[in-house]
């Protein structure tokens, strides 16, 4: 068969699981979102110190205008002053003077925190000669009201240069506020646009990064995991169903050799008991142990195509949901192997024994395997002793045959209980090899466990579980 030399991308996606995957692609959805997050946060920073640059340059020419309007207005008042034609209207005019110079005050004291008023004119320079005309001016407003009119305008003669540059100043700050204004105005509605633009392509962009990946994720990961899952689950229904087929083609044909090797193992032994009585005084001592041979060797087969036979047919034994008395069903075990415990001399112990739920045939065969074993493997020339006892564990009874042979080896504790599996020969211990693989399955189909352990003081002890019958008390017992 020809070596398969995987290629490293195959090699390498082999150990990219499914969660692997899609964990990258997330990640890469991640970092692509958060692009578009630190997109907008820097563009969201620089609109607000751009709208911060917008609003203090409106606000400088908001207060240059109102700064302008208010030192006009003072100089209208002054006029007004002037040309008045009572005391009433000279005071008229004086307060609203004094009004219109607290204004410009308080528009001084806002606009201080602006900083410059231009490149051209320095705040203090400005704010200088505006002190200048509001003390001139409050002069005025006095004179007007101690002196008359005359006094007011003759300080407003002398004022009148001095008033002139200042209002020269206050147009320039101006006309620089309003250009200065213009330009932020511009810059907004470019920054704006240019934004709009910018983070509109990139939100498509992302957009179409992460529906390709969706795509991608969705065609590479998910639907080709759906289908290697499909194909997977395809292929082991397929040797499933391979296996259910070649288990069931095992059986028939384990119980159909092993039926039709009945008649001629029981014919080999007829006939090989027939040549030893009638034919011994003419066979030489070869002759009758090649018979002997050929005797033991059929009941071997005998006893082989038997177990097999029981093996096969337990898949299809029901188990009847029956209350089974374990005390009965011993009495029946021990007459079943009398000739067995006679031989051997060996001894059966068994203490109060519970009512079981299960099948009575497969448990008498159960009890019968552990206990005939329990009589095969001792020591030679020992006296077999056999305590069967029951004890109640987790909702369950758990059964025990414990004996005084030759025990089993830890490393032997499950293996024993493999079919055909022996660990001795059968010139040392007779058996199958399927005694306990049959025990096995019959408390497996009554949906229990069994296992060896050591006994205490030598020898081993086969346990297994057993259901309790709900209500043994008017549940009917099972003749075994």
């Known amino acids: 068969m020809p070596t398969v030399i995987e290629s490293p991308s195959e090699n390498g996606r082999r150990f990219l699981t499914l969660p692997t995957r899609i964990t990258i692609v997330v990640g890469i959805l991640f970092v692509v979102s958060l692009s578009v997050m630190v997109f907008g946060l820097t563009t969201l920073s620089d609109y607000n110190r751009m709208m911060a640059?917008?609003?203090?340059?409106?606000?400088?020419?908001?207060?240059?205008?109102?700064?302008?309007?208010?030192?006009?207005?003072?100089?209208?008042?002054?006029?007004?002053?002037?040309?008045?034609?009572?005391?009433?209207?000279?005071?008229?005019?004086?307060?609203?003077?004094?009004?219109?110079?607290?204004?410009?005050?308080?528009?001084?004291?806002?606009?201080?925190?602006?900083?410059?008023?231009?490149?051209?004119?320095?705040?203090?320079q400005l704010e200088t000669r505006a002190r200048k005309f509001i003390a001139v001016r409050r002069g005025l407003s006095?004179?007007?009201?101690?002196?008359?009119?005359?006094?007011?305008?003759?300080?407003?003669?002398?004022?009148?240069?001095?008033?002139?540059?200042?209002q020269s100043d206050i147009d320039r700050v101006v006309v620089a506020t309003r250009h200065t204004l213009e330009v932020e105005t511009a810059r907004a509605n470019s920054y704006r646009r240019d934004r709009a633009f910018s983070f509109l392509y990139f939100a498509l962009a992302s957009i179409a990064v992460t529906a390709g990946l969706t795509f991608w994720i969705v065609q590479h990961f998910i639907l080709r995991e759906?289908?290697?899952?499909?194909?997977?689950?395809?292929?082991?229904?397929?040797?499933?169903?391979?296996?259910?087929?070649?288990?069931?083609?095992?059986e028939r044909f384990a119980h159909v050799a092993s039926h039709d090797m009945q008649e001629p193992v029981r014919m080999v032994n007829i006939y090989s008991q027939m040549v030893a009585e009638d034919y011994k005084d003419r066979l030489d001592e070869k002759g009758r142990r090649y018979l002997g041979i050929i005797s033991t060797s059929a009941r071997r087969m005998h006893l082989m195509v038997q177990d097999l036979l029981r093996y096969s047919r337990l898949k299809n034994e029901p188990v009847e949901a029956a209350v089974v008395d374990l005390e009965d069903?011993?009495?029946?075990?021990?007459?079943?192997?009398?000739?067995?415990?006679?031989?051997?001399?060996?001894?059966?112990?068994?203490?109060?024994?519970?009512?079981?739920?299960?099948?009575?045939?497969?448990?008498?065969r159960?009890?019968?395997?552990?206990?005939g074993n329990a009589i095969t493997y001792q020591p030679e020339g020992q006296t077999p002793v056999i305590t069967v006892a029951a004890a109640e564990a987790s909702g369950r009874w758990t059964v025990g045959v414990t004996d005084n042979g030759i025990g089993i080896a830890p490393?032997?504790?499950?293996?024993?209980?493999?079919?055909?599996?022996?660990?001795?020969?059968?010139?040392?211990?007779?058996?199958?090899g399927l005694g306990l693989s049959i025990c096995r399955k019959i408390v497996e189909r009554h949906g229990g466990k069994i296992w060896v352990e050591p006994a205490p003081g030598g020898g081993s002890r086969f346990c297994f579980t057993l259901g309790k019958v709900p209500d043994a008390a008017t549940a009917p017992a099972v003749a075994a």
């Open 329 to 364: 069903l011993m009495v029946h075990v021990r007459a079943n192997l009398g000739q067995r415990l006679t031989d051997t001399g060996a001894r059966i112990e068994s203490g109060k024994l519970p009512q079981v739920s299960g099948n009575s045939v497969q448990l008498q």
């Open 411 to 432: 490393e032997n504790a499950e293996t024993i209980f493999e079919a055909f599996r022996r660990l001795h020969t059968w010139d040392a211990y007779n058996g199958t």
């Open 226 to 250: 759906i289908e290697r899952v499909r194909v997977a689950d395809e292929e082991r229904e397929h040797l499933l169903n391979q296996l259910i087929e070649s288990n069931t083609d095992l």
């Open 142 to 166: 006095r004179a007007a009201r101690e002196q008359g009119p005359a006094a007011a305008e003759a300080i407003g003669l002398i004022d009148r240069p001095e008033r002139m540059t200042f």
């Open 366 to 371: 159960l009890l019968e395997n552990l206990i």
């Open 53 to 124: 640059s917008y609003g203090r340059a409106s606000e400088n020419a908001y207060m240059g205008e109102r700064l302008n309007r208010l030192i006009s207005s003072a100089v209208m008042e002054s006029r007004g002053i002037y040309h008045a034609r009572s005391p009433d209207e000279t005071r008229d005019f004086a307060d609203r003077l004094d009004q219109n110079l607290d204004d410009i005050e308080t528009v001084l004291a806002k606009w201080r925190k602006a900083g410059t008023a231009t490149p051209e004119i320095g705040f203090e």
